[in-house]
């Protein structure tokens, strides 16, 4: 079965400081990947999705990015952090195609004071 | 925007009692999926309907959707405690999925 691990599981981070959040999967091979962020109280907002290993494709212009150095990892990064960046990360993966689930891991929750 | 809108926000049922959500969207789709979310987890995912269905059923929920008008609902029978979540509706087309802003459901024991 298909495992997504997130770390790390709370983050508070400064404003102006560095960002890179990790996701790796197991039990599948070549998945589309996808990075979400949901504010306090809200749904989910798509940032990020991958159909396979360098391919990243950016919903919403942000502070943020993307990137899939692996076939199984997904990792989030910025360079300087905003509070607007405060939020519940997830990350998910799909099989490629269309009539199929979303598997989302844990999530991490990231503070910018 | 694909995003979905999920009607009520928040509801609160006593256990046993059925609950009706519904969400709206507003642009053509392949298929609308339900997902649960338990306060500060991750997203379950609950059942799945193609666009060319209209209702289809998995345990104690039903989910019936209306491509003329846009719209899914959610029906969980039954109520438990244990349902007590936020449900998102998404919309999917190819390898993208928007999510809805969500129903907080609260089942009073």
């Known amino acids: 079965s298909q495992t997504i691990h997130q770390w790390p599981a709370t983050l508070v981070q400064p404003v102006g400081s560095p960002l890179s959040l990790e996701c790796t999967v197991e039990g599948t091979s070549n998945p589309n990947l996808y990075w979400y962020r949901q504010a306090a109280g809200r749904g989910l907002q798509l940032l990020f999705y991958s159909v396979g290993i360098g391919q990243i494709s950016s919903e919403v212009p942000q502070n943020l990015s993307a990137s899939r150095p692996q076939d199984r990892q997904f990792i989030l990064s910025s360079k300087k952090l905003l509070l607007s960046d405060s939020g519940f990360y997830l990350c998910?993966?799909?099989?490629?195609?269309?009539?199929?689930?979303?598997?989302f891991g844990p999530g991490t929750r990231l503070t910018v004071t | 925007s694909q995003q979905g809108e999920e009607d009520p926000q928040a509801l609160s049922i006593q256990e046993g009692e059925n609950a009706t959500m519904n969400c709206s969207y507003k642009?053509?789709?392949?298929?609308l999926q339900w997902y649960r979310q338990n306060s500060g987890r991750g997203l379950v995912h609950l059942i799945l309907i193609r666009s060319n269905e209209r209702e289809k059923h998995s345990g104690r929920l039903r989910v019936t959707l209306d491509t003329s008008k846009k719209s899914s609902s959610l029906l969980i029978t039954a109520s438990r405690a244990a349902d007590t979540a936020s449900y998102f509706c998404a919309t999917g087309t190819g390898n993208q999925f928007y999510f809805g802003t969500g129903t907080s459901l609260t089942v009073i024991p």
């Open positions: 998910a993966l799909g099989p490629a195609g269309t009539y199929y689930e979303q598997y």
């Open positions: 642009t053509s789709i392949n298929n």
